[in-house]
């Protein structure tokens, strides 16, 4: 039987209010709301790392304590309202529950807080009563030995957790909460960004990005992949673990004076004109918005969907990339608006018959957002392909790709519909990534 204890964070004298939900709150309770309740802890934003030698156990409390004061986001409940709107509750004081499991003489800490991490990581969250964090600890003679954060995407995006988890080291290793904020400059809460969302200002962004998003739904290819025939089985999950790409994917941006992400979403979008018969592609891509005023360092979720549009994506591996950049660029300033208008508006246009693109594939580059918990890379220099789980059918989705970074490779996740892309289709889209990436990266070598 595994000994747990649970101990209390009180929190008070925080700052306290009510408004409407951020753009990017409603967006993710709403795509969650869409889940299978067994794929909901999926969207859980999730880290955990060793401290050795280890850390006291107040330090990491009080470090923990002070990091609520510092960051709205941990301890705002979202609560739904008649019109199907949240409401964002910010709380000035409450209590946060840490789990800590007792390490014993000879118990390997690692193992023991790999554990723990995964049970706290399968919960779902039920935001509108409970805070969005959930936090884990292995002590060991009286030192936190490691250490689990789990949150709710309604709180923090990968980004946002990447900052989450650098101000949680600085507060436990005695920096002031105000040393923090001299330090960089503050990120707005989530009080405050929606707030401006709200404004004249903010009210204009949203309709200039709407507007361009339903400029590309009208443009692009209604079908990219046919039509499956009957039902969805379980949505097969393929990762592709590649030691080249890092390099290749580097080589290849330099050579063509891109960013590394344009690399990868242009052998996506090539990949996906290749198997689907198609000579464009289309695509939602996750687009961090952290290059607006104010959110480059906020803690909360203010990533968002562009609708990236690619007209000959089969041409030569090295224009697609260069026309992929320049198209990506426009993908990115106009991913930050309201969903629930965007979705309403688009209802509207496919109730008039209006034809619209195919929006059935995700990309999503994750790489260095969110810390890599320890044993999640395997090792080995070479390509590997797994089948690590099966999800419940999304309806409306042809494929997800995420690109995720670890220490000695980077990995391509895919989760896709089998009635559309069968395993075997699978493999030849994540491996043909690889190769028009390496390839390409050897002629630039060369040339």
Not at 380 to 385: A, M, Q, Y
């Amino acid at each position: 039987m595994t000994t747990r204890q649970l101990l209390e964070i009180v929190f008070s004298s925080g700052r306290s209010g009510a408004g409407p939900a951020t753009w990017g709150q409603q967006a993710v309770r709403d795509a969650v709301s869409r889940l299978a309740p067994a794929d909901v802890p999926r969207y859980n934003i999730a880290t955990a790392a060793p401290l050795d030698p280890g850390l006291p156990l107040p330090a990491l409390l009080d470090g923990l304590e002070r990091l609520l004061h510092l960051h709205d986001s941990l301890h705002t409940r979202l609560v739904p309202s008649e019109d199907g709107r949240l409401l964002q509750v910010l709380d000035g004081e409450g209590r946060l529950d840490v789990e800590v499991r007792p390490c014993a003489e000879g118990c390997d800490p690692a193992q023991a807080g790999g554990r723990l991490h995964d049970e706290l990581a399968a919960q779902p969250f039920d935001t509108a009563v409970q805070w969005p964090i959930r936090v884990g600890v292995v002590e060991a003679g009286g030192l936190a030995r490691y250490v689990s954060l789990v949150l709710s995407h309604t709180a923090v995006d990968g980004t946002g957790m990447n900052r989450l988890v650098a101000d949680l080291t600085a507060l436990c290793l005695g920096t002031s909460p105000d040393e923090l904020a001299k330090r960089r400059e503050p990120g707005q809460q989530p009080l405050e960004e929606a707030e401006f969302q709200v404004s004249e200002r903010g009210q204009r962004r949203d309709a200039g990005a709407r507007k361009q998003f339903l400029r590309k739904l009208r443009s692009g290819p209604a079908r990219l992949f046919p039509q499956p025939s009957g039902p969805a089985d379980a949505f097969p999950n393929a990762v592709l673990r590649s030691p080249a790409l890092p390099g290749a994917v580097e080589r290849v941006a330099a050579a063509h004076r891109v960013s590394s992400s344009s690399v990868l979403l242009a052998a996506t979008a090539a990949m996906t004109a290749r198997l689907s018969g198609s000579a464009e592609a289309v695509l939602n891509v996750v687009v961090s918005n952290r290059f607006l005023p104010g959110l480059t360092n906020a803690v909360s979720v203010v990533a968002g969907d562009g609708l990236f549009h690619l007209p000959d994506a089969t041409a030569e591996f090295g224009d697609v990339v260069r026309r992929t950049h320049a198209a990506a660029i426009g993908t990115y300033r106009h991913a930050y608006y309201d969903r629930l208008r965007l979705d309403a508006e688009i209802g509207r246009l496919a109730a008039e018959g209006a034809p619209l693109a195919d929006r059935s594939c995700v990309f999503n580059d994750t790489r260095e957002l969110v810390p890599a918990a320890p044993g999640t890379d395997t090792g080995g220099d070479r390509t590997t392909l797994t089948w690590p789980v099966e999800f419940e059918p999304r309806p409306g989705l042809t494929y997800a790709l995420d690109a995720l970074q670890s220490p000695d490779a980077l990995s391509l996740t895919m989760t896709a519909d089998p009635a559309v892309l069968p395993r075997p289709a699978m493999e030849r889209f994540l491996y043909g990534i690889e190769e028009l990436i390496v390839t390409e990266a050897r002629a630039a070598e060369a040339g």
